[in-house]
């Protein structure tokens, strides 16, 4: 009866045995799941942790990083398609940088705020060939902040802006600025100037429009995303900038339109090519982004549009002419279609400038001249 017990416990501890075996090997390529999915929360959103994005089979996923000045408006965007499509377009908004990860293939697309070597070096043709589809305009303001001048009614020319930044021109009641602004009763007081830390679009719109109409700042200063300014006070982006010139009397500095309206600060008009002063509004940024070049590569500052508002810039998709992938492929050019069509709804009430319609026929055929494997 003993050997009976034993010889059952022995089978069962056999069969237990197999079984454990069996659900560790079962449940391994779960766990491992689980830590990559852990691994890349950890990373904070940094590009080059990412795998390479799987090959679809049906509907596909979409992952793009760039210009944190496409963030507010891609969080409205995306959200918006994937409820009208399926398709979950990822954006992480963390430098124009990140363009370089797109040969590694951890990024579907790049968005950029500014014109970068990659964007024009990349010839038609090649398999490296890149495309920059234009789906909207960023405003930058000058904003400044003077306790006892009413809103709205301040105006500077770009050699006077120039005059500023170079600290060329000190003081509020100098006469190169009064001059612009007959009647107005500005006050004898140093001009305290704000400019961002780090590199950034703002920049390279600010710094583009001063190059192209001051002969004296493109020889100084030139056209950059990151240039080094002598100024009194260095933001950390454009809220920071922001907050510093509502927080300073007699402070002037440039940033997008969302945060200057969101801080109810004054913004000057801006003298564009034309000559005409110009206020800040999507309206007139997007007058801006009429008679590009076929590529859509180009400053804003150089519309002849008398009512152009000038101190804006595009913002580009960029990705690869030639996709290797026929279902990611069509569906990034079907979420770039609705980006330029249906997505430019969204954003006037963002405060961003939506394209004009010389620039959305420009962009449809850039978007046409998609390919896989060389076919279109």
């Known amino acids: 009866m003993l050997d009976t017990n034993i010889k059952t416990m022995k089978k069962y501890s056999i069969l ?6 069996i659900s560790i090997i079962i449940i391994m390529p779960f766990i491992a799941g689980c830590r990559i999915t852990s691994e890349v929360k950890k990373s904070g959103g940094v590009v080059p942790t990412f795998e390479r994005p799987p090959v679809p089979t049906s509907i596909s996923n979409l992952l793009g990083a760039g210009a944190e ?37 951890t990024i579907h697309f790049a968005v950029l705020d500014e014109i970068i070597e990659q964007q024009i ?14 789906v909207a305009c960023n405003v930058i303001t000058i904003a400044y902040n003077l306790p006892d001048l009413p809103a709205g009614i301040l105006k500077f020319s770009a050699d006077v802006i120039a005059q500023i930044y170079l600290k060329e021109i000190t003081r509020w009641n100098d006469t190169a600025i009064l001059d612009l602004n007959p009647g107005l009763n500005l006050p004898d007081a140093n001009i305290i100037l704000i400019s961002h830390y780090e590199k950034s679009g703002a ?31 260095q933001g950390v982006g454009d809220s920071g900038v922001a907050n510093i010139i509502s927080q300073t009397p007699y402070s002037i500095g440039y ?7 969101e801080l109810n600060l004054s913004c000057a008009d801006i003298a564009n090519m034309s000559g005409h002063y110009v206020s800040p509004s999507p309206d007139a940024a997007s007058l801006a982004t009429e008679g590009l070049p076929p590529n859509t590569i180009s400053l804003l500052s150089d519309s002849n549009s008398a009512e152009a508002y000038p101190l804006s810039g595009l ?62």
Not at 16 to 21: A, V
Not at 206 to 218: A, I, T
Not at 255 to 261: D, F, N, P, V, W
Request: net charge neutral.
């Open 69 to 105: 000045t496409f963030g507010r408006l891609s969080y409205t965007w995306f959200n918006t398609y994937q409820k009208l499509t399926q398709v979950k377009v990822s954006y992480q908004p963390i430098g124009t940088d990140v363009i370089n990860q797109l040969p590694a293939g």
């Open 203 to 233: 920049n390279f719109i600010f710094s583009g429009y001063l190059s192209r109409v001051s002969s004296d700042w493109k020889t100084r200063m030139g056209g950059a995303s990151n240039i080094g300014l002598p100024v009194d006070i």
């Open 121 to 134: 070096q990349q010839t038609d043709g090649s398999k490296e060939a890149t495309l920059s589809i234009p």
């Open 315 to 376: 913002i580009w998709i960029v990705t690869y002419q030639d996709q290797e992938d026929g279902g990611t492929g069509k569906s990034l050019a079907d979420m770039l279609w609705w980006a330029i069509h249906d997505g430019q709804t969204s954003c006037v009430s963002l405060d961003y400038a939506p394209l004009s319609s010389d620039a959305v026929i420009k962009a449809e055929k850039i978007i046409k001249s998609m390919k896989l494997s060389g076919i279109p």
């Open 255 to 261: 940033i997008e339109l969302s945060h200057a309206k």
């Open 16 to 21: 237990l045995l197999f079984f454990t075996i």
